[in-house]
């Protein structure tokens, strides 16, 4: 019997013809796949049209590639901080989905941030991480009421992923005018926070003209602002009794800074350099002037401060509604001696501390109301009474600053309508209030004059080249000075 094996041979046999049929089938398929590409309706390349569904997903394909290629972020001529804000986000917008929602929201009083993005139905996760995201660039507790916030949300593609509620894309919000912070969602599911300054034109402008009516509305359309007028009105107030000094015809110049957007707006004001009024009297003129140790107050052409030991009114709009001395008292009915100033006012004006010193007490004081006294240097005391209130921190013992708030006006007491009465004692003796002569707050040294001097020139020069700041003129467009990122907490 010879060696060959019948059943070897037929297994040969089936793996040859295995192979063989795998050839023939593969032949088949490909004849297929020619035959659909060529044939059909004759037309040789004719594609087919795809399906929404996959152009969508080829067009969401290329621009996750194109944002992942792109650097983390651009820095960008914009008109303004709205654009600013946008291009951010947009910028951060990895793979933005189908439909972005956006929605405007406000800080209510005694609400949070998360409270906020909570509300707009955004899933709690993301909102604790954007939320933590921005600690390197702003503290979360600074945030007042009534700020608004723009808030983005992302529409899920799918029910999976709804389960959590609509994705946070970010948010963005202005603490100020000049800064823009915006929270955007990174790729990974982290946030990143990013805070964006503009820096808009600066020049010097000149509000001069004389009273018609007020201060206040005459400067108004000399170009000021408020706040100019208040800054104005703080540095006058040691030597200008607003109640009774001013008249029709009185003259005032001021020169100050602002800051203009590409339109043209005042967006802020800046430093008051100069002020000039002329009443009764010599004029008074004053020049803004910083010392080598960094102090900056307002020194007449002699190097005398504007600042005196005590304001001549210590309340701002206020009219002066009875005088120091006898008088017929409005409550009990017979002349007797008024030992202040009254002044009637809204209830709620802001009451300013007269000058530096030492709260003696605050509290409820018979006839008064409430009541704060004050102990300055000098053998002075100011007081305060009939007050709605007293402002916080504000108790026996505390130590306040000329100009600082104290209490609102009000009418507790023995009072006939909401008032501040004040008054002054030298010594434990009563005296006139606007009568006082009272020393002035610093004098320059001899060898700090020359150095004022040349910034009193310079002053000067600035005033008499200013532009009228009731014009109004083109204005450099707002430009990016500054944009860093902070990758947000994980």
Do not use: K, W
Not at 36 to 60: I, V
Not at 191 to 219: K, N
Not at 226 to 247: H, K, M, N, P, T
Not at 358 to 386: K, P
């Amino acid at each position: 019997m010879s060696g060959f094996d019948v059943r070897s041979l037929d297994a040969v046999r089936r793996r040859s013809a295995a192979i063989i049929a795998s050839i023939v089938l593969s032949l088949i398929l490909l004849i297929a796949l020619i035959f659909s590409r060529f044939g059909g309706d004759g037309s040789a390349g004719a594609a087919q049209p795809p399906d929404t569904f996959t152009a969508q997903a080829a067009t969401e394909s290329q621009s996750i590639d194109l944002a992942r290629s792109a650097p983390e972020y651009t820095i960008t001529p914009v008109e303004n901080l709205r654009d600013l804000e946008h291009a951010a986000f947009y910028t951060d917008c990895v793979a933005c989905p189908l439909d972005t929602q956006t929605i405007l929201a406000t800080v209510p009083s005694g609400g949070t941030l998360a409270g906020v993005l909570n509300d707009t139905g955004a899933a709690g996760g993301d909102v604790a991480r954007a939320v933590n995201s921005l600690d390197p660039v702003f503290e979360v507790r600074r945030l007042r009421a009534g700020q608004a916030i723009t808030v983005y949300l992302e529409t899920p593609r799918s029910a999976a992923e709804n389960e959590d509620g609509p994705r946070l894309a970010g948010f963005s919000f202005r603490p100020d005018i000049e800064r823009s912070i915006t929270v955007s969602r990174l790729e990974d599911g982290s946030y990143r926070a990013r805070e964006m300054t503009a820096e808009f034109e600066r020049e010097l402008v000149r509000s001069s003209g004389s009273i018609t009516t007020s201060l206040y509305v005459d400067s108004l359309a000399a170009g000021a602002t408020d706040r100019i007028v208040v800054e104005l009105a703080g540095i006058l107030a040691y030597a200008v009794d607003f109640q009774r000094s001013i008249r029709e015809g009185d003259r005032f110049d001021v020169v100050f800074e602002r800051f203009l957007d590409s339109d043209g707006n005042v967006m802020r004001t800046g430093d008051v350099l100069y002020v000039m009024y002329a009443g009764r009297g010599d004029p008074l003129e004053y020049y803004r002037y910083e010392s080598a140790d960094g102090q900056i107050a307002y020194f007449n052409a002699d190097g005398e401060s504007a600042q005196r030991l005590l304001m001549m009114t210590p309340i701002n709009g206020a009219r002066l509604s009875s005088h120091y001395g006898m008088r017929h008292h409005p409550v009990l009915g017979y002349n007797r001696m008024h030992r202040g100033t009254d002044f009637a006012a809204p209830r709620g004006t802001p009451i300013f501390a007269a000058g530096y010193g030492v709260v003696e007490r605050a509290d409820r004081f018979g006839s008064f109301g409430n009541y704060v006294r004050i102990r300055h240097t000098n053998g002075f005391q100011t007081a305060y009474a009939h007050m709605q209130g007293f402002a916080r921190g504000i108790t026996a013992g505390a130590r306040v600053q000329q100009g600082q708030i104290i209490g609102y006006v009000g009418t507790t007491g023995r009072s006939t309508g909401p008032h501040l009465h004040y008054e002054v004692h030298h010594n434990g003796t009563s005296v006139n209030p606007m009568a006082l002569d009272l020393p002035t707050g610093r004098t320059l040294e001899a060898e700090e004059i020359p150095l004022f001097e040349a910034e009193r020139d310079r002053i000067l020069a600035i005033r008499d080249s200013a532009r009228n700041a009731a014009e109004t003129g083109d204005a450099a467009a707002s430009r990016i000075v500054s944009a860093r990122n902070f990758e947000g907490a994980q």
